[in-house]
Every structure is written in structure tokens, then in C-alpha cells.
């Protein structure tokens, strides 16, 4: 199985090909993720993490439609970023997108009132909404995708979360 880490950083996986902007140790390939096409051929991972790294690109479409193209049909993509209102999503000023837990619903190919904006589909396997430690307990709470949908539009800028961890399968 072929798999890639895309914008490893400092957490590079072993059995990965870990992947960076900046030359650190253990990175094996170092890219511009801003530069398209990625220097991948069609089809060739069947798996890839984006840990904290969508959020630092210059496009929220570009990125994905590239890690549609590179993975299999039904490959598994799994995302982390910061879910924006939270403070995390906009303190860092290198950060240039922002993420909701709502932002996957364009590119579901079921959802055909919001999916024409591009060709990358992604069924959402999973999605949750992760909070500082010091509202830990939240997470204890059973969020269904329903009231996670309800925290985000009206409660989420009252106790903000910080990350989001996103689980995609390709459609191709």
C-alpha cells in the first residue's frame, strides 16, 4: 500500500512518504504544495495524512482536487485542521484558509445543491470536532453528525473548538 504524509513537518511516519516545503530530517521529498500539478502521478496512493497543513495553502479547492487526483478511487484521506471560530483557526498568520466542519459538504457527491464547484468527490467517513484541554469533557459528549452540524451553526462561537479531523474516502 502506498502512502503518503503530506506536509509532515516534524512527524514523519514510517512506511510514508513524508513530504515538506522545508528540507527537515526525514523528510523525503520537498514540494511547494502551492505549485500544481503535485509532482504525483494519477491514482497513486491509496492513503494520505494532511496534519495542519491545508490551512497554510493559498486555496481550499486546488489542494483537494490534487489529492483527489493522487489517490486510488476509494482511497483514504485524513485531514486535521483548525475549525474555524476557534482562536487556533487565526492566530497563526501563517494560516490562509479556514476550515468549518461544514466546508466537506461541497464536495460530496450526494450533496447535489452545493457539489459543483469541482470535480474532486470525497465521500465523509468521518468528522470530529476536537476541543481545547480545558473543554476536554466536550468531546465526551455523543455528537452525532446532526448535532455537530447544530454546535457548528449556533454554538460554536460561544465554547470554540480547535481542531477538526476529517476522514475522506475518494469517488472517482
Known amino acids: 500500500m502506498k502512502k503518503l504524509n503530506l506536509g509532515c513537518g516534524r512527524d514523519i511516519k514510517s512506511n510514508y512518504l513524508n513530504v515538506d516545503s522545508v528540507k527537515l530530517p526525514g523528510v523525503d521529498k520537498v514540494i511547494n ?5 503535485w509532482p504525483f502521478r494519477d491514482n497513486e496512493f491509496e492513503e494520505i495524512c494532511c496534519f495542519n497543513v491545508l490551512e497554510h495553502l493559498n486555496s ?3 489542494p483537494l482536487e490534487e489529492l483527489w487526483r493522487i489517490s486510488k478511487s476509494r482511497g483514504k484521506i ?22 468549518t466542519y461544514m466546508t466537506w459538504d461541497y464536495f460530496e457527491p ?3 445543491g452545493l457539489n459543483y ?6 465521500k465523509v467517513l468521518k468528522r470530529k470536532i476536537r476541543f481545547h484541554p480545558t473543554l476536554k469533557f466536550m468531546e465526551g459528549v455523543n455528537f452525532s ?3 455537530q452540524k447544530i454546535y457548528a451553526a449556533f454554538f460554536s462561537f460561544l465554547i470554540p473548538a480547535t481542531l ?3 476522514e475522506l474516502e475518494v469517488v472517482k
Open 33 to 37: 504544495l502551492d505549485k500544481y500539478p
Open 164 to 166: 477538526l479531523d476529517i
Open 110 to 112: 450526494n450533496n447535489k
Open 60 to 62: 481550499i479547492i486546488s
Open 78 to 99: 485524513k485531514i486535521q485542521v483548525p475549525i474555524f471560530p476557534g482562536i487556533y483557526a487565526m492566530c497563526d498568520p501563517t494560516h490562509k484558509q479556514f476550515y
Open 117 to 122: 464547484y469541482s470535480k474532486a468527490k470525497f
Open 145 to 147: 453528525r446532526f448535532t
